[in-house]
């Protein structure tokens, strides 16, 4: 038996990632200079030493295992915490040029590959994330994610393009009526 979806397709809203994605895309189209900082691209494929040791210790058969680890990964271990270092360095970067704007409070993420900086006194999120695209970066309002008044990107970019849009974004709200 198979039963009707209480809500049809039609009411069902959009991603307002992609929805900004779309009009930040156009605005590239026409020629503007435009920072993407919604999603990120992690600049590296999933590590093929970890991928390599893991196979190798599953196709394994079950024993004993030495107490300090199988070296392949423990290796793997010492790579994925170089790659968080590189990560951190991107996540202070960030933080440090956006602390500097009194419309915003920045909270330090200890996971995850995203700033979600909380507006100050009375602004929209939405209406902000406009602001910001129209001075060339993309943000997502917080809305999207149950959370009003903050917005969302990601340091999941190279350090450079990450340093830039965060300097437009402090730029901008300086200038927010």
Do not use: K
Request: positive net charge; contains cysteine.
């Amino acid at each position: 038996m198979t039963t009707a979806p209480r809500t049809p397709p039609s009411a069902i809203a959009g991603s307002p990632i992609l929805a900004v994605a779309h009009r930040a895309a156009a605005l590239r189209a026409a020629g503007r200079d435009i920072i993407d900082l919604t999603l990120g691209e992690p600049d590296f494929a999933p590590p093929t030493h970890a991928v390599d040791a893991a196979v190798a210790v599953a196709r394994r058969p079950l024993g004993d295992t030495p107490s300090n680890g199988r070296p392949a990964l423990r290796e793997a271990a010492r790579r994925a915490v170089a790659r968080n270092a590189i990560y951190r360095e991107r996540r202070d970067a960030g933080v440090a040029i956006l602390a500097g704007s009194p419309a915003l409070t920045v909270p330090v993420p200890a996971g995850a590959f995203s700033l979600f900086p909380r507006l100050t006194g009375p602004a929209d999120d939405g209406a902000t994330a406009d602001r910001l695209l129209e001075a060339g970066v993309v943000t997502v309002p917080g809305r999207a994610f149950g959370a009003p008044g903050h917005l969302r990107l990601s340091f999941a970019t190279d350090l450079s393009t990450l340093q830039e849009g965060c300097r437009r974004i402090v730029a901008a709200l300086e200038t927010r009526s």
